[in-house]
């Protein structure tokens, strides 16, 4: 593994390069897209491990504002859009030397910014995974809100609660987060220390997170509120993996309305996961990923 810094118009972009860099290795090299938003690759090291095991490169990075690279928690809200993180994603890509022959995989909000930037039919995209991700925010929060009303009682309660309050940042508010998190989110409880990492540095400073999406999983109130790619989702012209966890805040009715808009995709639901399987089920995660990814080298 080797590690490095990109220093760009915006800041300094950390990354991570599992395996041999090669552009014109016979496997195309896959690039790592993390959640959050304002995560960071910590959770998502099992996905670049997983395909690295068939010699396949992987690139793991912390999007500006998080993890390791820069962070700007003064600047305004509207410094942090969509556009800015494809704008990143460009910039690694040539920056690396694989913008002409590459494939994609992002989890959650990587996930969405990594069919965003598919819709704009970058010359050198090459195939994409899409793991537990929504299209359109305003479904999600509908489903989510579903979701929450099934937890045992009192817990729904709480949380509109403190979410009318303003008190998201109670202790008795993260601790009903909590069970829809061990439900919804990462069902290997006590969650692994990768896992705990990116949960942590994401606390240290959630400048992104809580400008984008706001205090939880389920309560979005930030910009990405009204985030909507529907419509543009038959623009998406390269081969497309989808995955999601049978117990997964993204929910069947949500993937389900991705699958029936990518002309070219094959949709893999993990019954034992929720939103990491990767994490959940990794032996069938890396199957059906290492599988999908050789079938389009």
């Known amino acids: 593994m080797t590690e490095s810094v990109m220093t760009w118009e915006q800041g300094d972009t950390w990354y991570r390069i599992v395996g041999d860099l090669d552009p014109a290795a016979e496997q195309v090299p896959m690039v790592v897209l993390h959640g959050g938003p304002g995560a960071c690759h910590d959770y998502t090291i099992p996905i670049a491990e997983l395909a690295n095991r068939t010699g ?48 994609l995989v992002g989890q959650s909000w990587g996930g969405m910014l990594g069919m965003d930037y598919a819709i704009d039919q970058p010359a050198g995209l090459n195939a994409l995974g899409v793991c537990d991700s929504p299209a359109r925010m ?8 579903r979701l929450r009303a099934e937890l045992p009682p ?97 929910t069947p009715t949500i993937v389900g309305e991705i699958a029936d808009r990518i002309p070219n995709n094959e949709w893999v639901i993990f019954e034992e996961s929720s939103h990491m399987p990767h994490v959940e089920e990794p032996e069938r995660f890396a199957e059906v990923l290492n599988a999908f990814l050789a079938a389009n080298d």
């Open 56 to 103: 396949r490169a992987a690139v793991l990075y912390d999007q500006i504002g998080c993890g390791l690279s820069s962070h700007m928690p003064d600047k305004p809200a509207d410094f942090w859009t969509v556009d800015l993180f494809k704008t990143e994603l460009t910039e690694l890509l040539q920056h690396l030397g694989i913008a002409g022959r590459y494939n």
């Open 138 to 145: 305003d479904l999600w929060v509908s489903e989510a809100n």
């Open 154 to 250: 009192g817990v729904d309660e709480t949380l509109q609660r403190h979410e009318d309050a303003g008190t998201t940042d109670s202790p008795e508010y993260q601790e009903a987060m909590q069970v829809f998190y061990d439900k919804h989110v990462c069902r290997v409880v006590p969650n692994p220390d990768f896992v705990t990492r990116s949960f942590a540095k994401l606390a240290e400073d959630p400048t992104v997170y809580y400008t984008m999406n706001g205090p939880s999983e389920f309560h979005c109130i930030g910009s990405l509120r009204t985030w909507n790619i529907t419509d543009d989702l038959h623009r998406i012209g390269v081969p497309t993996l989808l995955v999601s966890g049978r117990y997964d805040e993204a």
